[in-house]
C-alpha cells in the first residue's frame, strides 16, 4: 500500500540490492534498505522460500513477521545449487549496488558466488557479509545463531538477576544488531565508492561483534580494574537511582532518576528533600555507593501509590520514568500513533494488518511501506525479464524447477 500523500524521492531510490539470506540478520538488512527506497530483489529456494514465513504466529498459513520483515521486496525463487542459478546470481549481479548474504562462511563459495567471484563481475559491488562469527578467525565455520552470539558477546551474562541463570532479551537482538551494523557498513562503502573515488568491497559483520561492540565499557573496566560485571537485575549498574519499582496496584514503574539536578527533584516529588539535599548523595557516585538504601526509599514511596499516580506525580517534577508497555500499551497509546509508528496495511485477503511505523525518521525523505511481504516467487517472472530470461526460456527454468 503506497501512501498517496508521500511521493517524494527516497534516499535511496535507484539502488539495487540482491538479498541471499534467510531468516533475520540478512534480510532484516535487506528489509530497511527497501523501506527506504532500495530495489530489492529478495531470493529465495522454490516450494519453501525463507523459514521465516512459517515463524511465530500464521495467519492463512504465513508468517505475520514475514509481511512486516519483507515489505517492500520482491520475491524471487531461484535454485542457487544449481548451475543455472548461479549464472541467474551473477546476471543479477553485474547490475547491483550491493548483494548481502548471510550463509556459513564458505558456502558462497562453494556454489561460485563468493566475493571474489562477484567482484570479477561487477568491481564497484559492496557485499555485506554477516555470520556467527566472521569470515575470518578460528571459528569461522562454525554455526552461528543470535543466542550463541549474544553469549559469546557478552550480552547474556549480564542479563537477569544475580541470583538466578542468565536470560535473554524477548527478541532475536543479536540478529539485528548485526544487520544494523551491516546496513551502516553498505552505506559507509557506498560513501566511500561515490565520493572518495574508491572502489567495491565487502562488509565483514560478525554477529558476536556486534552485540560485543553495544557492551559499553565492559572491557576497559575489566583490563584496567579486573572487574567482571555480573547481572543486576532491572538496576543499571553503577548509575543511580535508576531500577524498576513495584506500585500499589501491582503494577510496575521504571524511575531514572539519576541526572544530579533530576535527582533532587525526585526526591523532592516524593518527600524525601533529606535525601535530595545530602552532600554524599549529591553525585552519581556518591550515590552508588547508598543505592541500596535509595532504592528502598524509593520503593517504600511507589508502593503506597498506584501507577497512574506514580507516574503523574514524576512527569511533573520532570523526571524520567514509564510504564513497562505491553503489545496493547503500544497500540494504544496516542504518541505511537501521533507519529505514525502504527501503520494500517491489508493482507492479501482484504483483511486489516498493523505494522510498525519505519525509524529513522527523514524529515525530507522520509522511508515509506509502499507493500508488505510478498508472495513467494511473486516478482519472479518481472525480475528474470529485466534480464533478458522470458518466454520459453523461462518456461523451461520453471519446468526444470531452477525457478
Known amino acids: 500500500m503506497v501512501n498517496e500523500a508521500n511521493k517524494e524521492k527516497m534516499p535511496l531510490q535507484g539502488v539495487r540490492v540482491v538479498e541471499l539470506g534467510s531468516l533475520i540478520a540478512g534480510p532484516y538488512a535487506g528489509g530497511l534498505l527497501a523501506q527506504f527506497g532500495a530495489e530489492v530483489v529478495k531470493i529465495e529456494?522454490?516450494?519453501?522460500?525463507?523459514?521465516?514465513?512459517?515463524?511465530?504466529?500464521?495467519?492463512?498459513?504465513?508468517?505475520?513477521?514475514?509481511?512486516?520483515q519483507s515489505r517492500n521486496k520482491k520475491s524471487m525463487t531461484l535454485d542457487l545449487r544449481s548451475s543455472q542459478g548461479q549464472e541467474i546470481v551473477r546476471k543479477l549481479v553485474a547490475d547491483a549496488d550491493i548483494v548481502i548474504e548471510n550463509f556459513r562462511p564458505g558456502t558462497l563459495e562453494k556454489w561460485g558466488l563468493g566475493w571474489e567471484d562477484l567482484r570479477q563481475v561487477n568491481p564497484a559491488l559492496i557485499m555485506v557479509r554477516i555470520s556467527g562469527y566472521g569470515q575470518t578467525g578460528p571459528y569461522k565455520d562454525r554455526p552461528g545463531f543470535a543466542a550463541i552470539a549474544e553469549s559469546m558477546g557478552g550480552l547474556r551474562y549480564v542479563s537477569g538477576y544475580p541470583d538466578r541463570p542468565p536470560v535473554r532479551s524477548g527478541v532475536s537482538i543479536g540478529?539485528?544488531?548485526?544487520?544494523?551494523?551491516?546496513?551502516?557498513?553498505?552505506?559507509?562503502?557506498?560513501h566511500h565508492l561515490r565520493n572518495n573515488n574508491g572502489e567495491g568491497q565487502y562488509v565483514d559483520v560478525a554477529l558476536y561483534e556486534s552485540v560485543f561492540a553495544v557492551m559499553e565499557s565492559l572491557v576497559?573496566?575489566?583490563?584496567?580494574?579486573?572487574?567482571?560485571?555480573?547481572?543486576?537485575?532491572?538496576?543499571?549498574?553503577?548509575?543511580?537511582?535508576?531500577?524498576?519499582?513495584?506500585?500499589?496496584?501491582?503494577?510496575?514503574?521504571?524511575?531514572?532518576?539519576?541526572?544530579?539536578?533530576?535527582?533532587?527533584?525526585?526526591?523532592?516529588?516524593?518527600?524525601?528533600?533529606?535525601?535530595?539535599?545530602?552532600?554524599?548523595?549529591?553525585?552519581?557516585?556518591?550515590?552508588?555507593?547508598?543505592?541500596?538504601?535509595?532504592?528502598?526509599a524509593i520503593a517504600a514511596w511507589t508502593t503506597a501509590h498506584e501507577l497512574d499516580t506514580v507516574l503523574a506525580t514524576l512527569e511533573?517534577?520532570?523526571?524520567?520514568?514509564?510504564?513497562?508497555?505491553t503489545a496493547e500499551d503500544i497500540c494504544g497509546d496516542r504518541h505511537y500513533r501521533a507519529r505514525d509508528m502504527i501503520e494500517s496495511h491489508q493482507l492479501p485477503d482484504g483483511s486489516p494488518l498493523a505494522l510498525s511505523g519505519i525509524v529513522p525518521r527523514l524529515s525530507a525523505?522520509?522511508?515509506?511501506?509502499?507493500?508488505?511481504?510478498?508472495?513467494?516467487?511473486?516478482?519472479?517472472?518481472?525480475?528474470?525479464?529485466?534480464?533478458?530470461?522470458?518466454?520459453?526460456?523461462?518456461?523451461?527454468?520453471?519446468?526444470?524447477?531452477?525457478?
Open 175 to 190: 540478529d539485528t544488531l548485526a544487520s544494523l551494523y551491516g546496513v551502516i557498513g553498505a552505506l559507509l562503502a557506498m
Open 45 to 68: 529456494s522454490p516450494g519453501e522460500g525463507d523459514p521465516l514465513r512459517k515463524w511465530r504466529k500464521l495467519y492463512e498459513g504465513t508468517s505475520l513477521w514475514w509481511y512486516s
Open 316 to 325: 511533573a517534577a520532570a523526571v524520567p520514568c514509564g510504564r513497562i508497555y
Open 220 to 296: 576497559p573496566e575489566f583490563t584496567k580494574f579486573g572487574h567482571v560485571r555480573e547481572r543486576s537485575g532491572a538496576s543499571l549498574p553503577g548509575i543511580s537511582p535508576s531500577n524498576t519499582y513495584p506500585c500499589k496496584d501491582g503494577q510496575y514503574v521504571i524511575i531514572a532518576g539519576n541526572g544530579d539536578a533530576i535527582f533532587r527533584r525526585f526526591m523532592t516529588a516524593i518527600g524525601r528533600d533529606d535525601l535530595g539535599q545530602d552532600p554524599r548523595l549529591a553525585h552519581n557516585d556518591g550515590r552508588v555507593q547508598h543505592n541500596a538504601m535509595l532504592d528502598d
Open 365 to 403: 525523505t522520509p522511508g515509506r511501506t509502499n507493500w508488505i511481504g510478498p508472495a513467494l516467487g511473486e516478482h519472479t517472472e518481472e525480475i528474470l525479464a529485466g534480464i533478458g530470461i522470458a518466454g520459453a526460456e523461462f518456461r523451461a527454468l520453471r519446468e526444470a524447477g531452477v525457478v
